[in-house]
């Protein structure tokens, strides 16, 4: 499931220099929902800033659905949520175990488990940009192709920005798009 906020989110506390942690525009995959009487009521994503660390929920209601697929293998359980009385709707790990949240954000009674989590939710974010890329992109190749393309156009402005002479357009091989890690922070513009 893909989601973009209805507006710019920040992150509440500090007034002065606030972090914004949501961009308008921007899609987010869903890695968890919890629903009350059946109506999605949060979402689990990740953070621009925390690509790579642990999903958080956010109010359903500030966000649009862009893609209401799920993953085949999602499920839903009745079982109490992180959160009140809530229903969840995730990959088996999480919807099947009421602590799986608890050991993902890190649970320092449990190491193991937490390890565990941690290694489950990377596999989640690895094979869920992968499929956001088929599907946006056509292929994963073409999604990296598109990422060095964004990163050579920053490039020519800064250097214009700067004064500099234009850099040399890099050769794109199968070795670079193959050495080049895949992040949703990258594709999803």
């Known amino acids: 499931m893909i989601v973009t906020p209805k507006q710019d989110i920040f992150e ?15 899609d987010y995959i869903v890695y968890a929902l919890y629903l009350e009487k059946d109506i999605p009521k949060w979402y689990c ?36 949520g992180v959160f009140r009385k809530e229903q969840t709707y995730s990959y088996p790990e999480w919807a099947n175990d009421k602590t799986y949240y608890q050991y993902l954000v890190g649970d320092d009674l449990h190491p193991a488990e937490s390890k565990k989590a941690a290694n489950v939710f990377q596999d989640k974010v690895a094979q869920y940009t992968k499929d956001y890329a088929i599907k946006k992109f056509g292929s994963v190749k ?18 214009k920005e700067r004064g500099f002479d234009r850099p040399e357009k890099p050769e794109v091989t199968d070795k670079i798009l193959d050495s080049l890690p895949l992040r949703m922070a990258d594709i999803a513009d």
């Open 12 to 26: 509440p506390g500090d007034s002065k220099n606030p972090l914004r942690i949501f961009t308008k525009g921007k």
């Open 45 to 80: 994503l990740l953070h621009d800033e925390d690509a790579g660390y642990y999903p958080m929920a956010h109010e359903a209601i500030k966000f649009k659905v862009v893609d209401n697929d799920t993953t085949a293998n999602w499920v839903y359980s009745k079982k109490r």
């Open 142 to 159: 073409a999604a990296k192709e598109h990422v060095l393309k964004k990163r050579y156009e920053d490039e020519l402005r800064l250097h």
